[in-house]
């Protein structure tokens, strides 16, 4: 089964406006694909979830991390990485090496200008869908 990382922007984009990151999120609960995560990236979800302006949008922060934590599988990367311009990012590569993920799942140019880590294809949600729908 493909084990993918979702970038912040892909799970909030999903849960608060649907489109190519909503079908992502439903392809995961579905079970099409293995949700991977770290503490590191769910504190930044945590974190970017309480905004003032996203908290209108999406609503129980608190209940939506719980529920990914559940959903996902939590690994505590071993090894840091400096690929990316962002140190944020590289949180996602360091989830997606020790999970011995498939696929990062996101909307930045900056991760999607590497293409890929290693074995790792970096995507965008529509991308992403389009592989899934292959492997179906």
């Known amino acids: ?9 892909t799970i909030v984009s999903g849960v608060g406006w649907g489109g190519p990151p909503g079908a992502v999120l439903d392809a995961a609960l579905a079970g099409h694909f ?3 995560s770290s ?3 769910l504190d930044e979800l945590r974190r970017v979830l309480n905004y003032p ?5 999406i609503g129980d922060a608190g209940r939506l991390i719980e529920l990914l934590a559940l959903a996902a599988i939590v690994v505590t990367p071993t090894e840091t990485v400096e690929l990316a311009r962002d140190p944020d990012d590289d949180r996602l590569i360091e989830a997606a090496l020790a999970a011995r993920a498939d696929v990062i799942v996101t909307g930045d140019q900056d991760l ?3 293409g890929r880590v290693d074995q790792i294809r970096i995507l965008t949600p529509r991308e992403f869908l389009s592989t899934l729908q292959r492997d179906v």
């Not at 089964?1 to 922007?9: E, H, K, S």
């Not at 302006?53 to 949008?57: G, S």
């Open 39 to 41: 503490p590191a990236l």
């Open 112 to 114: 999607l200008t590497l």
């Open 53 to 57: 302006k996203l908290q209108a949008v």
């Open 34 to 36: 293995e949700i991977v």
């Open 1 to 9: 089964m493909i084990r993918a990382v979702l970038d912040t922007n």
